[in-house]
Nanobody, 114 residues
């Protein structure tokens, strides 16, 4: 399974970005899709996840600002990030699997300037 993420970039604090991640090459139904992020010297952390039925989970730090959605027909997951803060700056990784993150994308850098 290959995951191709896109949509990162530089944005000012308070701005918005939308990340996309398309999965290809899967021979099974991808139940789990999600976004994680990592900054230098820190462990990768969960940002948001969504399962095929639509249930979502968010890190406390992004609740109310980020939304996650998916297009099951396209095996694509989206992360809409609003009211961005400098502390959201990180490399964002998408992940997918049957019930948990198994496959990982290459990461896309999000930089939020103050």
């Amino acid at each position: 399974v290959q995951l191709q993420a896109s949509g990162g970039g530089l944005v000012q604090a308070g701005g918005s970005l939308r990340l996309s991640c398309a999965a290809s090459g899967s021979s099974f139904s991808i139940g789990f899709m999600g976004w994680y992020r990592q900054t230098p010297g820190k462990q990768r952390e969960l940002v948001a996840t969504i399962i095929s039925g639509g249930s979502t989970n968010f890190a406390d730090s992004v609740k109310g600002r980020f939304t996650i959605s998916r297009d099951n027909a396209k095996n694509t997951v989206y992360l809409q990030m609003n009211s961005l803060k400098p502390e959201d700056t990180a490399v964002y990784y998408c992940a997918a699997g049957l019930t948990r993150p198994i496959y990982w994308g290459q990461g896309t850098l999000v930089t939020v300037s103050s």
